[in-house]
């Protein structure tokens, strides 16, 4: 891979080793999932089958019985988090659900196979809520963010449109929509979490290792 990273004693545009490079090339790098560690333990997560509302009640009695389950972690017995001011990485801090398919408890058990069966032995009530699931342009509730993601500006204006319009020989005005579009990776999401003391080391499925530090650290509490 080469890039123009200035690095001392290499001229610009010169290519850059990368610790993964030769892996890669030769088809042998891990994935985040077949990184090995000792007695690893699996998590199968409850989703929520709601849209708005909050969760009423959870009976995990069967599954915490089950022969391989480790614990069953949801809103009530889960640790607080240090941050929570991302509420979509808020996970199971409190009973109320903001969409569907949100995390709501996950059971974590010796092997995948018994943390999934234990997962469908948990019993979850919900009180639900209306919501409204219709994004239309002229819907009288919308608002405008604050910035975008990745902390872009919600407008951003360049030349004089107004001015290049009306001078123009032909004007076309127009709008245009695109449906919904969904990425397909590589690799399925997955991180490996060992905890060694104090310090925390993730293998992880993600394009940005840096910002994924950062936003771990801050949540946890973590320097």
Known sequence: MSTTTRVPGRAIGAPLDRIDGPQKVRGVAPYAYEHRVEYPLYLYPLQSNIAKGRVARIDASAAEALPG?????????APRLANTNDKELAILQSEDIAFRGQYTGAVVAETFEVARHAANLVEVSYADEPHDAILR???????TP?????????????G????ALSSAAVQLDETYTTPMEHNNPMEPHTTIAVWEGGDLTLYDSTQGVHTVRRAVARIFGLD
């Open 137 to 143: 342009p002229d819907s009288v509730d919308l608002y």
């Open 160 to 163: 004089d449109v107004d001015g």
């Open 146 to 158: 604050d910035q975008l993601n990745a902390g872009f500006q919600t407008d951003t204006e360049e």
């Open 69 to 77: 389950v480790v614990i069953v972690i949801t809103h009530e017995n």
